[in-house]
Structures are given as structure tokens and as C-alpha cells.
């Protein structure tokens, strides 16, 4: 009797521990919101649109975005088998991206090449949610620079 309840006690708490460090869950659709995001200089007076599919392979992110009239689309495939993909940033042109999970947040790499010939700019994305999951934070930061957090909303 005593060894089945210690495996049930075990189970359990193995069952517990999963949990609390499984994937976080990012579908769904999102507005960015710039009053509680930080560092984003001039975005904040844009709009951003982001739709969110996620597998156990892949999290696929759409964003639609306007800045001062100019619309324009993003699309970013983040593999989460930890193979490199490649995706094209906004700001850096064509990049090769690692994948990983750290407990509930996606951790990636960012490398692209540099403004100058020969260089590569390195930033990590950091993805994760709010406790009640009804915020999502991106948090992109380049070594020896403020990170950027930019903040988005869950379309209810």
C-alpha cells in the first residue's frame, strides 16, 4: 500500500513539474499595444496585427502592421525542432534563426548580416506570456544595448 501511494505521489508531482515548465501557448490573434511597450521609439506610432499559429514543430506569426500610411506584411516561421530557418526581419533583411524553449518562454537567435561587409548582427528574441496569457511580451535585445520590449494584447 505504502509503495502505491508513493507512486502515485511521484506521478503526481512529475505531472506537476511538466506542467509548470511546458511550452507556452501563443495562438491567436494580437495587437500591439505601445503604451505598455518599451524602447520602441517611433513604432509606437504604428499598428501591428499579429496572428499566431502554433504546432509542436513550428509557431508560424503574421503580422500586418501600418506606419504613417505604409502598410506592410511579415511572415516568420519559428522552427522548434531547433534546426535553422530562414526569415526576414523588418529592420535587418534575410536572417538565420535558432529556436529553443527555456521553460514556458521561446528563446531566439537572431544573425543577419551587417551593414558593413563581412559582419554579422547577432540579437535574441525572447517570446513569452503574462500569467493570465492575455498578454504576450517580445523582447529583442543586441549585446551591450537596451532590449526592446515590444507588447502585445490578445484579441478577445
Given at each position: 500500500m505504502k509503495q502505491t501511494v508513493a507512486v502515485f505521489v511521484l506521478l503526481f508531482l512529475a505531472g506537476f513539474a511538466f506542467a509548470a515548465s511546458a511550452p507556452a501557448n501563443f495562438s491567436g490573434n494580437w495587437d500591439f499595444d505601445p503604451a505598455q511597450s518599451k524602447n520602441v521609439g517611433m513604432m509606437a506610432q504604428g499598428k501591428i496585427h499579429t496572428t499566431v499559429v502554433q504546432t509542436t514543430f513550428k509557431i508560424v506569426v503574421d503580422d500586418t502592421s501600418e506606419f504613417n500610411g505604409q502598410k506592410d506584411t511579415q511572415h516568420t516561421v519559428y522552427d522548434l525542432t531547433g534546426k535553422p530557418?530562414?526569415?526576414?526581419?523588418?529592420?535587418?533583411?534575410?536572417?538565420?534563426?535558432?529556436?529553443?524553449?527555456?521553460?514556458?518562454?521561446?528563446?531566439?537567435?537572431?544573425?543577419?548580416?551587417?551593414?558593413?561587409?563581412?559582419?554579422?548582427?547577432?540579437?535574441?528574441?525572447?517570446?513569452?506570456?503574462?500569467?493570465?496569457?492575455?498578454?504576450?511580451?517580445?523582447?529583442?535585445?543586441?549585446?551591450?544595448?537596451?532590449?526592446?520590449?515590444i507588447v502585445f494584447t490578445r484579441d478577445k
Open positions: 530557418a530562414t526569415n526576414t526581419s523588418m529592420m535587418a533583411g534575410q536572417a538565420i534563426t535558432r529556436s529553443h524553449w527555456e521553460e514556458s518562454r521561446l528563446i531566439t537567435d537572431w544573425e543577419s548580416p551587417g551593414a558593413i561587409a563581412g559582419t554579422m548582427v547577432k540579437r535574441t528574441e525572447t517570446r513569452y506570456l503574462s500569467p493570465d496569457g492575455k498578454t504576450m511580451y517580445v523582447e529583442s535585445a543586441r549585446p551591450g544595448k537596451e532590449p526592446i520590449i
